[in-house]
């Protein structure tokens, strides 16, 4: 849009306030750089204030320091009552002078006022003392002053210390000699109290030496006048230290198979005498661990306890159950004191085992655009043998990426407007005879500015089999053979200075290039409306020349300086370096910079830190006896310096000197303790090179370093040969492995306990699973360096006088972040590349596509495939029989021996039958004697000359028709003639046809044969193959699969109770389904219980353990004991606390109102009056108070009367005022606060607040009060007659918010909107669950026989986590309801039997007998339900009908017995026949859609006209669910049937590759998720867990909020055949009778 005319306008700008800023505030130490005092100052920066006020304290830094507010102890308390004084704030010393200093400062513009201090000094002829400043100024508010403790000295004391004894090294501060004769008084910081225990001063090297002291303690150090302080806290030594070494078989399982896990633990701690500063290993042999074994939701399924052994061993075997939730699962290994606690983790999916191996590679040589690459996909059996013929697709990503050259740390060498490069081609081809794949890329064109570029090339190889391996490379493409760098010392020039640049060339490999032509150019930066213009200010071409490129030398500056570039105008600038190779490549970097005006900003003095000290060793790795020397190159010379050497603690410690310009080199004897590694810490003090100003001043300055002198261990490590006795051999073969375990001088070594592991490397490539070296585990340096002493320096707070134009430290320029992260190729690009591109194939039968993200890419890529010809595969038929042994046990672990034992020749032989498996097998030997320790691997494959491997599917469903694929392979050089035989039982049905072929396989081929069949019964498959050929080679295998139903299983409940004082009998007719079901599957379930109240006890000692130091916390802790108390001892629950502690925690409570109460009788968050009463705090204690006064009586409690007149006196005077401190202004949530107080009052006796709570009723309605709201009125009402017809109103319209099921129920919030639902948790502390909790307590008091009682109470029950609810109040509110629904409706205590009959089938009874909380369960199979007793037991039944059952059956329920209530449970579950079922909704909707995740291919999964759809083999699959509900939902499944068909694609399967993106993650890059539905921080995935299994994938959320919830799974098509798709359901787990469906469906797969 354009004005119509020019306008001019006039704006008003105020001056900025008035206001004082100090550089520093707090404790600070200035060091008397010149005798003059006038010099030494204490600075602040003045903003447009011209008077200030000054006062100085003297101070004693001894008498004074400890009670001053500076350090951090004083128990003063500031008052802000009366006029503002320094007194109020400065405690100590005593004031010298009080002062108004006048200054001239220009309006707005900051400039810094120097305040003499020398005056206030204790010792002024010394120039040394402590000062105490404390400054106000004109127009300050009460908050405002600045105030600094300033200590002028001449010394320093840096102390260290371990956990027995403390070196305190006192020298001078100006140049670091050291300071004799100095003393130390040590104080305790809580009693101040002198420590006399300490008479040693300070030798001629300026060492004190004493044993520790207490810990939290003052030390000062004092020489004559002068005095320092430091203080220093206790030494981490780290020990004793735990260390072990757990680790399982494999890492990854499936359901039902065997976890073995082999563990050492060794306990490092300190030594004894002589040897205690050295760390020591030992077998804490004896010691009982306490094992628990938890799943992916960390549900524990198995405990054990294990001993460790005489060599601190243990092992331990364990079956993962059939239903165990999959992910990560861990065994957890504690004592019983957790003294000792490790975790070995391992995963739980189902999946397939991979039967080959694949990896891809590329060429080594540097990639430059313009140039090209080779890449490589290798795929080979793990039994042996390449995978010639096989598909191999390829995908090659380009993404923009970052590139640093090694070895110039601080220089950029990227352009800092790098351009966004996303690009791709794909390719398919297949192996060749060795069972490889070659793609050639050409890189073509260059982005502008030019950028590196991360290609990323992966690789899918298909079998002939269907099954599917990914594997990927990745390798970063030049833009040049050359890159520049550029270096500016800082980043802010002044005008007319020469810019500080530094430049460097270098090829890609980091080699320096000298005597290279650059081009040099500056554009200026000027910031237009819209965009950014660049205005070229410098201009030139230079030649570098040789230049220091060694970045470990600091002798020199790195790079090559730039001279004369001088800028005269301020502003933005971008520097900008380019260079080409000889090829004419151009790269370039870039780097932005500001140029600043002649003015200059007025400046703090800095604060001078403690600089890095280089130490350099010799050596990496030492031998014992051998010496190391450690090269010492302080920053600064000459100096002072001391070193000390320590492991556990403390060894030695020595002083030495630094001449001016010089080294110093320290060497330490190795000794054969130190081993493995001890540390070395170095201190040196001295002064920075003079600094220019009024006079020449030298700068105090000092430096640390800490530097590892590591030892070689090889004595402790032992050398470990296993031997198999062959390492090729058949399966189910009976071998052995021979081990020899010997020393570091190569002697044998007996007792050596020896674990070996033979474990099949398919399942370990799944994971990369492996198993750590123990010697690492034991012997690491990192736990042998857990020591850290303490230090402490007084140094900390030193700060020097500052001079205009004086930079006390020099800038160290970090280098970019994205290039530091690594010297070579890293990061990743995104968005759209531009550039130019085409694509051609040299191979004669490759399939080419190819994908860009526009049409200008930067990169060209070009594939060439080498095609082989296919196979021949021909199949006939054979009925001739051969008698063959079948291949069944397909374990993945041939052998775990964990504790075998050497000879004394140091050897050990271990016998093992192999599985069945045909694979390779990792061999795994790990030993341990003492501290010694050794681990070997070698491997063993198994094979065959002929093998056959079948594929089939991991289950059916009934009716599916499949075709099973398996592959034959020869392992000879001879051309065999095979016969292959194929038979099942009678759950499968195949063609007579295909049940016998023969078969010419040429040498070492293989081929793939199709065997077709359909799932005819539901049960377990069994398949076997044999395979003979024509000289004698054969092979067997057999595999079983499940064949399901494919409906789902449904339920249908209803629930009653029959009450107290009752006997009677429920007759419930069951309509017979007859053959509408599956007679096999569900029944009719009965729960009988005498109770809704299951275990409280969590959320009562919930509430109980609460930490929290609040008055809401208290009250609840209080409520919960008066709420609780009786009932939980009804149902004689354990674990609670005594009688007496709980009377004595009420009382507590009720003792301290009084001193929390506040003057106008409210109460605050916290204890104590240190803040102003709260509304809802003070509403919520008055709740309490009414509670406890109800049972004050019959519990003894004592009541102060005058808390509770006080606090109605509140809520007549104070409370409205209040809500508007608390800013509770929104009406519905400030008439719910008043509804609650007017309730309050009214249970305290006040009827105040109940006419003004009946007017807001009246004049808001049931629909402008909150759900909370309305359950207080209820409650208020109750019993007056004047508000009989409101209390009607009120129940009506509840009944109409109320979400109801067949067992639960729960009441709609009135907070619906998101933002007043925000406001109200935190103002009046809101939830869903307390409201209904207040509603249930309402209900129970005016309409104690409402049928929505008992609903609502299992509503609650069931949203319960670990026994408890949300927060404190949540639990409370509804244990108090709770608390009356027991005694309202399940007081008396249970006698009598409830009794079941089917017709006049006895199903049983159950007796209750006082308080339980015991459920009886009773099961009816549905054949019992459909077919009479003379039925046939398997359910069959004839068209005549003969043993059909009556069309209904009636179920009675009887009570025997008057006393308590009988709760009831009446529940069918089933499993309709039909296989197309509609979609059905009874509390969820459920719905599912399939759609080719392939963009290159979205024809590959297409919906056929009848609804069924029709898939590509090998396509992949995204399966799409929504589930839908209304209302809060509880413990909800959302489970996925899939079809038998499909695998699921898992990403925690190594070989599965990335997942496709959803069209979420295209739509928005920041998405991102593990499966499943996408998740960010603002869009929370619904599901707390998820199993992708074998049939089905599973989604659980213990809380499903109402909405729209979406899941997303991928799945791969690899099963030739016709596949019923059973549909999607969603149900509560524990109420299954709400659920919902959506369609099955069929699905068909073709080639």
């Known amino acids: 849009q354009h004005l119509a005319q020019e306008a001019v306008f006039e704006f008003n700008v105020l001056a900025a306030k008035a206001k004082l800023y100090p550089f520093q505030q707090g404790f600070l130490t200035l060091y008397p750089t010149s005798d003059d005092p006038a010099l030494l100052t204490y600075s602040v920066v003045s903003v447009n204030v011209k008077k200030i006020r000054v006062v100085l304290f003297q101070a004693d830094l001894e008498r004074d320091y400890i009670d001053s507010s500076f350090s951090g102890r004083s128990r003063h308390q500031i008052s802000h009552d009366g006029p503002k004084t320094p007194e109020k704030y400065i405690k100590v010393g005593k004031v010298v002078k009080d002062y108004w200093l006048e200054v001239d400062v220009p309006l707005d513009q900051p400039t810094e006022v120097k305040i003499p201090i020398a005056e206030a000094l204790e010792f002024p002829d010394e120039l040394i003392g402590n000062v105490i400043v404390w400054i106000d100024w004109e127009g300050s508010s009460e908050y405002e002053h600045i105030s600094s403790w300033i200590q002028v000295t001449k010394i320093a004391a840096t102390a260290t210390g371990d956990t027995d004894q403390t070196f305190v090294w006192v020298h001078n501060l100006k140049d670091g000699k050291p300071v004799q004769n100095a003393s130390i008084t040590t104080y305790a910081y809580a009693t101040k109290k002198k420590n006399s225990e300490i008479a040693q001063v300070s030798d001629e090297e300026g060492l004190i030496h004493y044993n520790k002291i207490a810990a939290d303690s003052i030390s000062f150090v004092r020489k004559g006048n002068d005095c320092v302080f430091f203080s220093i806290y206790d030494a981490y030594d780290g020990l004793p230290q735990n260390l072990a070494l757990i680790f399982n078989d494999r890492g990854l399982y499936k359901p039902k198979e065997t976890v073995s896990i082999k563990g050492w633990v060794r306990r490092l701690s300190k030594g004894i005498g002589a040897s205690r500063p050295f760390p020591q290993l030992s077998s804490p042999k004896g010691l009982v661990l306490d094992a628990k074994v938890n799943d992916g939701r960390y549900i524990e399924f198995h405990s054990t306890k294990v001993t460790l052994s005489e060599n601190g061993s243990f092992s331990l075997q364990f079956d993962l159950p059939d239903n165990v939730n999959l992910g990560n699962g861990f065994v957890t290994f504690a004592t019983a004191d957790h003294s000792f606690s490790f975790t070995n983790q391992f995963k739980i999916q189902e999946f397939r085992t991979p039967e080959f191996n694949s990896s891809v590679s590329a060429s080594v040589d540097p990639k430059i655009t313009e140039s090209s690459t080779i890449v490589t996909a290798s795929a080979k059996y793990y039994a042996g043998g390449a995978l010639d013929g096989a598909q191999a697709n390829w995908n090659i990503n380009a993404e923009g990426s970052y590139f640093s050259p090694s070895g110039y740390p601080g220089f950029t060498f990227s352009s800092s407007n790098q351009p966004s490069i996303n690009s791709s081609a794909s390719l398919s081809g297949r192996t060749d005879a060795d069972g490889e794949h070659k793609a050639k890329i050409n890189f073509f064109g260059q982005s502008t500015p030019p950028r590196p570029v991360t290609v990323t090339a992966t690789c899918n190889i298909i079998d002939l089999n269907n099954q599917q391996i990914s594997s990927s490379t990745s390798f970063v493409v030049h833009p040049s053979r050359l890159y520049v760098g550029v270096h500016l010392d800082s980043t802010f020039v002044i005008e007319g200075q020469q810019l500080p640049l530094s430049v460097v060339v270098s090829d890609v490999e980091g080699k320096p290039q000298f005597n290279s032509k650059i081009e040099l150019e500056i554009f200026q930066l000027i910031q237009k409306r819209k965009s950014v213009q660049r205005k070229s200010v410098y201009q030139k071409e230079i030649i570098v020349p040789e230049f220091h490129a060694d970045a470990d030398d600091d002798s020199k500056p790195l790079g090559h300086r730039i001279e004369g570039i001088v800028l005269e105008t301020g502003g933005s600038f971008e520097l900008i370096a380019k260079i080409r190779d000889e090829k004419s490549l151009l ?519 609460c930490s929290f130091d609040m008055v809401e916390s208290a009250a609840s802790r209080a409520l919960s004991i008066v709420a609780l108390q009786d009932v939980l001892k009804s149902f004689n629950v354990k674990k609670l606390p005594s009688n007496q502690r709980m009377f004595e925690m009420v009382q507590n409570f009720l003792d301290n109102l009084s001193k929390w109460q506040y003057p106008n009788g409210g109460f605050g968050y916290y204890p104590g009056r240190n803040s102003q009463s709260r509304s809802y705090v003070s509403t919520f204690v008055g709740f309490t108070l009414s509670r406890v006064i109800a049972k004050a009586e019959a519990n003894g409690y004592s009541v102060p009367k005058d808390v509770v007149s006080k606090l109605l006196g509140y809520f007549a005077n104070s409370y409205e005022n209040d809500l508007n401190l608390d800013h509770i202004t929104t009406p519905i949530i400030r008439d719910q606060c008043l509804i609650f107080a007017a309730y309050v009052q009214n249970e305290l006796g006040s009827s105040a607040g109940v006419e003004k709570a009946a007017r807001i009723y009246r004049e808001r309605k049931n629909e402008g009060l909150s759900m909370e709201s309305l359950g207080w009125l209820l409650q208020t009402f109750h019993g007056k007659d004047a508000y009989k017809e409101d209390s009607a109103s009120i129940v009506r319209f509840l009944a109409n918010r109320v979400n109801e099921t067949a067992e639960t129920a729960n009441f709609i919030t009135s907070f619906s909107d998101a933002k007043l639902a925000s406001s109200a948790q935190i103002l009046v502390l809101h939830s869903d669950r307390k409201t209904d909790g207040i509603l249930l307590d309402a209900l129970l008091v005016t309409d104690p026989k409402n049928p929505l009682i008992t609903k609502i109470v299992k509503g609650l029950l069931a949203h319960k986590k670990k026994g408890k609810w949300h927060n404190s109040q949540e639990n409370i509110f509804i244990l108090l309801a709770l608390d009356r629904f027991f005694r309202v409706l399940e007081s008396t205590p249970p006698d009598f039997s409830g009794k079941l009959w089917l017709d006049d089938l006895y199903l049983g009874d159950h007796s209750f007998k006082g308080f339980s909380t015991d459920v009886a369960k009773f099961f009816v199979p549905m054949q019992h339900v459909v077919y009479s007793s003379s039925s046939s037991s398997d359910g069959s039944s004839s068209s005549s009908g003969e043993g059909q059952a009556p069309d209904v059956r009636n179920l009675v329920v009887f009570k025997d017995g008057n006393a308590g209530r009988l709760y009831y449970r009446l529940g069918l579950t089933y499993a309709p026949r039909d296989l197309k079922l509609k979609a059905m909704s009874n509390g969820f909707v459920v719905e599912r859609t399939f759609k080719s995740a392939d963009p290159k291919d979205p024809d590959a999964v297409q919906r056929q006209p009848d609804g069924s759809w029709k898939i590509k083999k090998n396509a992949t699959v995204s399966v799409k669910l929504t589930l839908s509900n209304s209302s809060r939902r509880y413990h909800a499944a959302l489970i996925d049937k899939i079809a038998g068909g499909f695998e699921v694609m898992n990403p925690a399967l190594s070989i599965t590759g990335p997942l496709p993106k959803s069209e979420e993650d295209q739509q928005d890059p920041f998405r991102g998720g593990f499966v499943g539905f996408r998740c960010c921080i603002w869009n929370p995935r619904w599901y707390e867990h998820q199993n992708l299994r074998d049939e089905r994938v599973e989604a659980f959320a213990s809380y499903l909020y109402e909405g729209v919830h979406k899941y997303e799974y991928f799945c791969r098509a690899t099963t030739l055949g016709q596949f019923h798709v059973p549909p999607a359901t969603a149900e509560e787990v524990y109420s299954p009778e709400v659920f919902g469906r959506s369609e099955s469906t069929f699905i068909e797969i073709v080639n």
């Not at 920053?635 to 320590?646: A, D, H, M, N, R």
């Not at 000092?702 to 004595?715: D, K, L, P, T, Y």
Request: proline share 6%; net charge negative; aromatic share 8%.
């Open 587 to 1105: 790269n370039q970097a870039s780097k932005t910079f500001w140029v600043s005006g002649v003015v200059s900003t007025p400046r703090g003095p800095p604060q001078v830190h403690t600089q890095n000290l280089e130490l350099i060793l010799d050596k990496t790795l030492y031998e014992v006896d051998q010496t190391a020397k450690i090269f010492v190159q302080p920053p600064f010379t000459p100096c002072q310096g001391v070193w000390s050497l320590y492991s556990a603690s403390f060894i030695e410690r020595h002083s030495f000197t630094i001449a001016e310009n010089s080294t110093h080199v320290i060497e330490v004897p190795i000794l054969k303790e130190y081993s493995p590694v001890v540390r070395i810490s170095v201190d040196v003090v001295g002064s920075q090179p003079p600094l220019k100003g009024p006079q020449e001043l030298v700068i105090p300055a000092s430096a640390h370093g800490v530097a590892s002198i590591e030892i070689s261990a090889v004595r402790n490590k032992l050398k470990v040969i296993s031997v198999p006795e062959s390492t090729k051999v058949q399966p189910g073969a009976e071998t052995s492995v021979s081990i020899t375990v010997r020393d570091f001088e190569d002697k044998p070594v007996a007792d050596s306990e020896v674990t070996l592991i033979v474990v099949d490397e398919a399942v370990l490539s799944l994971t990369g699973h492996s198993i750590g070296d123990p010697f690492d585990t034991f012997l690491s340096r990192m736990s042998f360096q857990s020591f850290n002493p303490s230090r402490a320096d007084s140094r900390g707070s030193l700060f020097v006088l500052s001079w205009d134009q004086i930079a006390l430290e020099r800038e160290e320029v970090a280098s970019d972040g994205l290039r530091s992260r690594s010297r070579s190729a890293g990061g990743r690009g995104g968005g759209r590349g531009g550039g130019r591109g085409g694509f051609s194939s040299l191979g004669k039968s490759a399939t080419k596509k190819r994908k860009s993200s526009s049409s200008n890419e930067s990169m060209m890529m070009m594939m060439d495939d080498c095609d082989d010809e296919d196979d021949g595969d021909r199949c006939c038929d054979d009925d001739e029989k051969t008698e063959i042994a079948i291949r069944s046990n397909f374990n993945p672990l041939a052998v775990f021996s964990p504790d075998a034992k050497t000879d004394a020749e140091g050897k050990v032989t271990i016998n093992f039958k192999m599985p069945d498996n045909l694979t390779s097998y990792r061999v795994w030997t790990i030993t341990a004697k003492g501290n010694l320790f050794g681990r070997h691997e070698t491997s063993i494959s198994a094979q065959l000359p002929l093998m056959i491997r079948p594929s089939a599917p991991r289950f059916l469903n009934f009716a599916d028709k499949a075709f099973i694929s398996v592959v034959l392979q020869s392992q000879t050089e001879k051309e065999l003639q095979v016969k292959v035989g194929f038979r099942t039982n009678s759950n499968l049905q195949t063609q007579q046809n295909h049940r016998g072929f023969l078969v010419n396989l040429p040498p070492l081929k293989r081929t793939s044969l199709l065997f077709p069949v359909e799932a005819v019964e539901v049960g377990t498959a069994r398949c076997q193959w044999a395979a003979s050929s024509s000289i004698g080679f054969s092979d067997a295998a057999e595999v079983k699969f499940p064949i399901w139903t494919p409906c789902t299983s449904e339920a249908f409940a209803t629930y009653g109770e029959i009450d107290d004082g009752e006997t009677k009998a429920i007759i419930q007719p069951v309509l017979n389904p007859k053959d509408k079901v599956f007679a096999q599957f569900g029944g009719l379930e009965v729960n009988l219980s005498s109770t809704t109240l299951s275990s409280l006890t969590d959320c009562f000692l919930y509430l109980w353990e």
